[in-house]
Structures are given as C-alpha cells and as structure tokens.
C-alpha cells in the first residue's frame, strides 16, 4: 500500500482502495426484510460520505459465481449459541442480522484533485483546455475515511437497535 501511494505522489496522481468494515456481537433480528433492511441503512450512510463508490456485504458480487448451496451460510450449534459454519452473506439474512459478524466492504476511488495534466472543458467560454490543480494534494484518502466508515456504521447499527429508523 505505501508503495502504491509513494508511486502516486511521484506520479503526480491518486490512488483508491477498499475498506473492510466489521461489526461485532450484534445479536441476531436487528433489522427489517424490506424497507429497513441493515444491508440498505448500511449503504444509505455509506454513499452519503464523498468518495465512495461501492458497498458490498459478505462475499458481496462474488456471491454470482455461487451456487445456492455454496453461498448458503449453513448454522450449527456451539455450546448451545447458533452460529453460521460461513459468512458469506456478511451476518445479514433477509435484511435482518443473524448474529454473525456484519461484514461489509467498501470501495473509495482516487483523490479527483491532482497536479497531474488533464483534460477539461471551460464551461464559461465553452472549450476544451487542460487542466492541473495545485496546492496540496492528498494521494489517497483510504487512511482519512476509515473513522468516518465507522462512525457512519456505528449511526446506523445504533439507528437500527432503537427502532427509530
């Protein structure tokens, strides 16, 4: 990752990068089947921060390549607490949590604002020009959005516990 990053700073340009996201000992039957269901108040929060562009839950679009019986999280009993054998729904069955971690990930595109020349049009004079932003430019705001995914999270989870959504 450091490497990625010091390769776009002496590029002039910007990187993206997935957060994974986890929430822990949530018991299971928070959450609604339909309107309120934890994967859309999850996403809800998560596209309201600027640059994410995707939000995927437990094996997320890998789930397309399953079978039924592959992405199907079996559940067994461990000393008498039901658990699911694996997560690939991300702890989420149907809208609602199943008591398995809440596993989500989410996607942040690169930085817009570079030094690097680009192409542009002035929408004043209406033509095409280039363009490179100066000042101070962030390579990658992965590290900077982290706090912010949990917090979003924590929001909603807190949101979804007191019923109020």
Known sequence: MEKLINYAIMSTDSVGGVVECAVVGLK????????????????HLMFSIPA??????????????MYGSECNDEFYLDKKVIKT??????????????????????????TPSIAKTQNTVNFKDYKEEKIAIE????????????????????????????GSI
């Open 28 to 43: 299971p039957g928070v959450g609604d089947p339909f309107f309120d269901s934890v994967e859309s108040v999850i996403s």
């Open 52 to 65: 994410v562009k995707g939000v995927e839950f437990g094996a997320g679009f890998g789930v397309a390549d």
């Open 85 to 110: 054998k694996t997560n690939n729904n991300g702890g989420i069955l149907g809208g609602i949590t199943n008591g398995m971690p809440v596993i989500f990930k989410v996607a942040i595109k690169p």
């Open 135 to 162: 000042g101070r430019h962030d390579p990658c705001i992965v590290q900077r959005v982290l706090p912010v995914i949990e917090a979003a999270t924590a929001i909603g989870i807190y949101d979804l516990l007191r």
